[in-house]
């Protein structure tokens, strides 16, 4: 079958790309932006990519039209599609009823953390001989793939709270009936879709709904809005995690921690992650993985040699004794949880914090007033402000004098290289490319040094 997939390039719907390559399926795909990690991921994959969204695609003549919710009515092939009769699907049905009918799937949920607990929940079921399929939102480094079709009998996925398509307004986790759900944590965010926090928790009790009552839910017992969740109805058991008379990982090292479960240990994890954040991860991936029919001490082994996803602090490089680092971080809690971990490693050396406020929700606005707060833990602080709707500069002036606002990217690149000196740690946040001002750094700091 041809499937030709519109928004391709997204994490998500390049997953899916790569999973139907692997069926068998010849498989197309178009989109308006593309960077790594996933243009990459589809050429080496060899799918065919076309750029934009022209109703001349219609020539190419696929058996079904694969839609991402980043295409919307008005969209000139959505339009094309519609008046043609044309078969088409959302992302998550078409991965439901190909993929994910008769697994035992693995769901993770949560406003942060999804893509490292899916990482790390796939990697233990790999180390423990289960072969697991899999699509998560981000690139593992054990893996080198964001997605996977294996014969196992398990699949991890990246449970997603926002929309399905244009067509099917209700979040994408609802179609994935998984028999075991983590869920990480519960804030406000994807302002552009929901209204408060509320109307977010709904999607998530609609989400509750689906779970069996053999399955089991793995949630974070210190999150409220999650606990608000669970007490509109629950039919399924609840393991909580990071609270006592659950799972709780101990020790005050950042890459050394015991596992604790109802005051019983299960065991060290050593590894090289930093951060609170991902000792939560661990510890729901490790009751997850349980529930699967692996017990603690295999998945603690396993997490022992977990390489991280890509652009979670992952080192881009080193020039004139400045270490450079890309992350994801785009949501001011995501932000401040980021700034901490990387704080945990490098003690008293500075960081200096390079922040592009791209999603949709920052973009907006809606959480600018907690921005200064979670960057207040870096020694220095650039905010690229191309495209924002509100004044940076007004907001973040509570920092006082080491905030910088930028609107052009060249003056930023210069000025962040200019700053920088010998043993700081550059960190660079947005969930884009970012116009690629990782490498562009590293390269002006090394002509410092010639």
């Not at 068998?24 to 989109?31: P, W």
């Not at 219609?58 to 043609?84: C, Q, T, Y």
């Not at 945990?344 to 922040?355: E, H, N, P």
């Amino acid at each position: 079958m041809h499937i030709h997939i519109l928004g391709i390039c997204g994490t998500f719907m390049g997953g899916i790309a790569v999973i139907a390559k692997q069926a068998g399926h010849r498989v197309t795909g178009c989109d308006a932006n593309v960077y790594p990690p996933m243009s990459t991921q589809l050429a080496e994959a060899g799918i065919g990519l076309v750029e934009g969204f022209g109703e001349d695609q219609l020539k190419l003549g696929p058996d079904l039209w694969v839609v991402g919710n980043v295409v919307s009515r008005g969209n000139p092939l959505v339009e094309a599609i519609l008046d043609a009769g044309e078969p088409c699907i959302s992302g998550p049905q078409w991965l439901a009823e190909n993929v994910l009918a008769g697994k035992w799937v693995l769901a993770v949920a949560g406003t942060h953390g999804k893509t490292s607990t899916s990482a790390m929940l796939a990697w233990i079921l790999e180390e423990s001989g289960r072969q697991p399929g899999f699509l998560i939102g981000g690139v593992p480094g054990n893996f080198g793939i964001s997605a996977r079709l294996a014969d196992g009998a398990f699949f991890v996925i990246e449970a997603d709270e926002y929309d399905t398509a244009f067509f099917d307004k209700r979040s994408k986790f609802v179609h994935y009936r998984p028999k075991t759900v983590v869920l990480n944590n519960l804030e406000f965010d994807h302002a552009d879709i929901f209204p408060d926090l509320a109307s977010i928790e709904l999607q998530f009790h609609h989400f509750v709904r689906t779970i069996p009552r053999s399955g089991l839910i793995v949630a974070n017992g210190r999150e409220q809005a999650l606990n608000r969740v669970l007490e509109r109805g629950c039919w399924t058991p609840v393991e909580r995690f990071g609270v006592e008379g659950g799972w709780r990982g101990l020790g005050k090292g950042p890459e050394h921690f015991s596992v604790d479960f109802m005051g019983e240990g299960q065991g060290e994890v050593r590894w090289e992650l930093l951060g609170e954040h991902n000792r939560l991860n661990a510890i729901a991936a490790i009751a997850a993985a349980r529930h699967a029919g692996i017990a603690p001490s295999q998945a603690i082994a396993a997490l022992g040699n977990f390489r991280n996803v890509r652009r979670r602090l992952e080192v881009r490089g080193t020039a004139g004794g400045v270490t450079v680092y890309d992350d994801f971080a785009h949501h001011p809690t995501a932000i401040a949880t980021t700034i901490a971990g990387l704080r945990s490693k490098v003690d008293r050396s500075r960081i200096v914090a390079v922040i592009e406020p791209r999603s949709i929700t920052m973009k907006l606005g809606v959480m600018k007033e907690q921005l200064p707060a979670s960057l207040a833990g870096a020694d220095r602080v650039y905010c690229y402000t191309q495209g924002l709707g509100w004044d940076a500069r007004s907001t973040l002036a509570s920092l006082g004098a080491k905030v910088s606002c930028e609107s052009d990217l060249e003056a930023l690149v210069t000025a962040v290289s200019a700053e920088a000196r010998p043993g700081d740690h550059v960190l660079v946040m947005s969930n884009g490319g970012f116009g690629g001002i990782h490498g562009r750094i590293l390269e002006r700091l090394a002509l410092r040094m010639t």
